[in-house]
């Protein structure tokens, strides 16, 4: 995947492949079927040391930038991931110190250049351009956008209308992704589709600041393991491309039998011509486990390519047949916040609150709406979080 190709009529078919939306994509294409070298940008904030394979769908749209001549151009958000991203879940990312950001950057980037050709990246920190900001460049910076327009944003009018508190620090936050590309002139800049917010402002900073606005493409967001929410660690419900090739190989075969071709399509090397076939496969009454598996070989060999298939084959199937831990509990009445956090699938009882804000925590497969509400486990419960973590109450 790394053997960087020949500019061609043909490519604009492999760059945009899988984009939900394009933004000047007449523009974008014939600035690309003419041959012109784009610096396509991508912002990623560490916020978490770990990729998972919700993560790769982006990474892998800027590595086909790559392998066709572009420049990839990786900003580590050392300043927003400090900010806190009011991404749209029901409370609001906390703020990380510089140290924690640090830390969680480099183990990103080590595992981003299993996608990426490092060599090839040109990789930029915020703190380059932002530590040098005085008050009145940052002043400047807010005088070209108006509050009207950031209160537009989906989550912030939500939480306005709902009389949940939005911070000033945050009105920031799409401001300072904005004005990444001006710093490094981007040309285009890839994201999730919970981004294109983001993405327009980045359009409009540019102009503001007398540059082209760039074009945009945003890529879907993938499901995680239950199906339903996008992929995230905090519900337990990802794929990490770091895990061994056993667990990776034990998840994958996990993924729902309706997102097996949406896996294979936006986490694997598998050509349409493969796709195609697998899909027909299915339509002709094929096992969804045969086609399941491949997929869970296809991922194992991206990230692990020295792995032995009979071991983590091996390895898979017995943690997968494991079955739910028992957790021996004392008997009574607790709130089911305490009881998440008591089974060790929650770290608090806020997370616990969050979780089920997400549909992430379920008691007998029923999903948890209330964590405030007082319950009695009786013995055999099933606990679950996400779609691995799960825990059978035995009454002391």
Do not use: C
């Given at each position: 995947?790394?053997?960087?190709?020949?500019?061609?009529?043909?490519?604009?078919?492999?760059?945009?492949?899988?984009?939900?939306?394009?933004?000047?994509?007449?523009?974008?294409?014939s600035r690309i079927e003419r041959g012109d070298r784009l610096r396509v940008k991508l912002g990623l904030d560490p916020t978490r040391p770990d990729i998972h394979l919700g993560h790769t769908v982006v990474l892998r749209a800027l590595r086909r930038y790559q392998a066709h001549g572009h420049t990839a151009v990786l900003i580590i958000g050392d300043w927003t991931a400090r900010i806190g991203d009011?991404?749209?879940?029901?409370?609001?990312?906390?703020?990380?110190?510089?140290?924690?950001?640090?830390?969680?950057?480099?183990?990103?980037?080590?595992?981003?250049?299993?996608?990426?050709?490092?060599?090839?990246?040109?990789?930029?920190?915020?703190?380059?351009?932002?530590?040098?900001?005085?008050?009145?460049?940052?002043?400047?910076?807010?005088?070209?956008?108006?509050?009207?327009?950031?209160?537009?944003?989906?989550?912030?009018?939500?939480?306005?209308?709902?009389?949940?508190?939005?911070?000033?620090?945050?009105?920031?936050?799409?401001?300072?992704?904005?004005?990444?590309?001006?710093?490094?002139?981007?040309?285009?800049?890839?994201?999730?589709?919970?981004?294109?917010?983001?993405?327009?402002?980045?359009?409009?900073?540019?102009?503001?600041?007398?540059?082209?606005?760039?074009?945009?493409?945003?890529?879907?967001?993938?499901?995680?393991?239950?199906?339903?929410?996008?992929?995230?660690?905090?519900?337990?419900?990802?794929?990490?491309?770091?895990?061994?090739?056993?667990?990776?190989?034990?998840?994958?075969?996990?993924?729902?039998?309706?997102?097996?071709?949406?896996?294979?399509?936006?986490?694997?090397?598998?050509?349409?011509?493969?796709?195609?076939?697998?899909?027909?496969?299915?339509?002709?009454?094929?096992?969804?486990?045969?086609?399941?598996?491949?997929?869970?070989?296809?991922?194992?060999?991206?990230?692990?390519?020295?792995?032995?298939?009979?071991?983590?084959?091996?390895?898979?199937?017995?943690?997968?047949?494991?079955?739910?831990?028992?957790?021996?509990?004392?008997?009574?009445?607790?709130?089911?916040?305490?009881?998440?956090?008591?089974?060790?699938?929650?770290?608090?009882?806020?997370?616990?609150?969050?979780?089920?804000?997400?549909?992430?925590?379920?008691?007998?497969?029923?999903?948890?709406?209330?964590?405030?509400?007082?319950?009695?486990?009786?013995?055999?419960?099933?606990?679950?979080?996400?779609?691995?973590?799960?825990?059978?109450?035995?009454?002391?």
């Open positions: 995947m790394k053997k960087r190709q020949n500019l061609d009529h043909g490519t604009w078919d492999a760059v945009s492949a899988g984009a939900v939306e394009i933004v000047n994509r007449e523009r974008l294409k009011p991404s749209g879940q029901n409370v609001t990312r906390p703020q990380l110190t510089k140290d924690e950001v640090t830390a969680a950057a480099k183990t990103y980037l080590d595992q981003a250049w299993k996608i990426l050709d490092q060599a090839e990246t040109e990789v930029r920190y915020q703190s380059e351009w932002f530590d040098r900001m005085r008050l009145e460049d940052v002043v400047q910076l807010m005088s070209r956008y108006t509050v009207a327009r950031m209160l537009a944003r989906d989550d912030f009018a939500k939480r306005t209308k709902d009389g949940r508190p939005v911070g000033m620090h945050e009105l920031l936050y799409p401001l300072l992704q904005a004005y990444d590309s001006v710093a490094v002139r981007s040309d285009l800049e890839l994201g999730g589709t919970d981004q294109t917010f983001n993405l327009l402002v980045g359009r409009d900073i540019q102009e503001a600041y007398g540059q082209q606005p760039q074009d945009i493409q945003t890529m879907p967001l993938l499901e995680g393991l239950d199906g339903v929410q996008k992929m995230s660690k905090s519900l337990d419900n990802y794929i990490g491309i770091d895990e061994p090739p056993e667990v990776m190989y034990r998840k994958a075969m996990a993924v729902p039998d309706d997102l097996i071709l949406r896996y294979l399509q936006l986490t694997t090397d598998a050509t349409p011509a493969e796709i195609a076939e697998d899909a027909r496969a299915l339509r002709d009454g094929t096992n969804p486990r045969e086609i399941k598996q491949r997929l869970a070989e296809r991922l194992v060999n991206q990230f692990h390519p020295g792995a032995a298939p009979d071991d983590y084959r091996h390895e898979g199937g017995a943690f997968r047949n494991a079955g739910p831990q028992e957790l021996s509990m004392a008997p009574g009445e607790r709130t089911i916040a305490q009881l998440f956090v008591e089974a060790g699938l929650a770290s608090s009882k806020s997370e616990a609150r969050r979780l089920a804000g997400q549909r992430g925590i379920s008691i007998n497969e029923q999903p948890v709406s209330s964590t405030e509400e007082k319950v009695t486990p009786q013995d055999g419960w099933i606990l679950r979080r996400g779609s691995h973590r799960v825990v059978r109450v035995k009454l002391r």
